[in-house]
């Protein structure tokens, strides 16, 4: 196994510089215009010297974010054009991978609900990748960060937001022969433009699955909370585990609430037992995001709870697809909302109902299982087809 998983990440490094050989080769030409198409946006490759200018050599008064990846900072471009610049914090082979990963996935993608790849620079051990500057920053920021309390966010806004990420997502999924698995939908990855207009951002993780395969088993990458059991047990990445991701996503998305909550210094509760309950109950007015201080659509509240918590089933079979999703968001059409509200998962058994030290055993349990898999290091990739 441990010789299978090295000589697969060996053969993904070597496709990765393929790839990028075939970018540099095939893709633009210096001044951004893809070849044969007078006046399309692209991406190019950027100088090291440009985006030191850009960013006012990496200042931290420009830092926009941190994370495990490194820092992304806000820049100015010559003509005047505003960029954000995502900048690896130490290179190595991994590293290497997720940076050659987002910008395959990027260069092959374009849908204005997809964050948009500008270019990126490999000079020596530099590996920074451009993107179009977001104003309005993340969903996180919004529902649990500096502009929480502001409430940027109306009803409307919201459901904007929940429709179009859940069409950028269809398009990985959907749009080519290979479908492109994102493997870390969260909303620290939904970034907001200046119409408040959704990008779905951070391809670092994406995974390309030929056409006929169900799911490619791989190593477990992403964020608590998110992570669907089979993918967080077994490794196994499908378009499904962007689904319950997704679920997860619109839960917050309406009730102001994060993916799990610490109740207290032992007891945390995910986002699910917390609202499964409620939407039993019928008590959809309870769970509504505070900061909209009652002003929302309820109609809209519960389909997107109910949209939510159906993604965020624990067996993959039982997930809708993100094009069902996207209908379901929108109210269409009203046979497949029916049977929505009608399903068996919303049906009051109070036999399955656990108490929250039930809740914190099982997260714990959780926890410890998915930290042991990280322990094992990468499992061996494979991909497996409907046979």
């Not at 499904?240 to 679920?247: H, Q, T």
Request: charged content about 30%; overall charge positive.
């Amino acid at each position: 196994m441990e010789e299978g998983s090295r000589y697969r990440e060996q053969e993904e490094r070597r496709r990765r510089r393929m790839a990028f050989r075939s970018l540099l080769c095939c893709g633009t030409s210096r001044d951004g215009k893809e070849p044969g198409k007078k006046g399309s946006p692209a991406w190019r490759v950027f100088s090291l010297q440009e985006l030191y200018i850009a960013t006012n050599k990496f200042n931290y008064d420009n830092k926009l974010g941190e994370g495990g990846f490194g820092s992304v900072y806000r820049g100015r471009l010559y003509d005047g054009t505003q960029i954000a610049v995502k900048r690896l914090k130490v290179w190595s082979n991994r590293a290497e991978m997720e940076f050659a990963a987002e910008v395959e996935v990027l260069a092959k993608v374009r849908h204005k609900n997809l964050l948009n790849l500008r270019g990126y620079c490999t000079e020596g051990k530099e590996r920074l990748i451009v993107y179009d500057y977001m104003p309005n920053l993340s969903l996180v920021s919004h529902l649990h960060g500096q502009h929480s309390q502001a409430c940027a966010l109306d009803w409307k806004r919201r459901m904007n937001i929940a429709i179009g990420s859940a069409e950028g997502i269809a398009y990985l999924h959907h749009h080519d022969t290979q479908h492109i698995i994102h493997r870390d939908i969260k909303a620290s990855n939904v970034l907001l433009d200046s119409k408040f207009q959704a990008r779905v951002s951070d391809f670092g993780f994406a995974r390309l699955i030929p056409d006929g395969a169900t799911h490619v088993t791989t190593r477990v990458k992403g964020t608590l909370g998110y992570l669907a059991p089979e993918y967080a047990m077994l490794g196994k990445a499908s378009e499904s585990c962007d689904v319950y991701s997704f679920g997860i996503l619109l839960l917050e998305l309406a009730s102001g609430k994060k993916a799990i909550e610490k109740l207290n210094l032992t007891v945390k509760q995910r986002i699910v037992d917390w609202a499964l309950p409620l939407a039993r109950q019928k008590r959809f007015k309870e769970m509504a995001d505070p900061n909209l201080k009652g002003n929302f659509v309820e109609s809209d509240l519960r389909r997107m709870v109910l949209v939510g918590l159906i993604c965020a089933q624990s067996k993959p079979e039982n997930r809708p697809t993100i094009l069902d999703v996207i209908d379901l968001l929108k109210g269409e059409p009203k046979g497949k909302l029916f049977d929505l509200e009608n399903n068996e998962l919303f049906r009051v058994n109070f036999g399955h109902i656990l108490s929250s030290s039930q809740h914190s055993a099982d997260d714990i349990e959780e926890d410890s299982q998915i930290n042991r898999i990280k322990e094992l290091g990468p499992l061996n990739e494979t991909v497996t087809g409907n046979t």
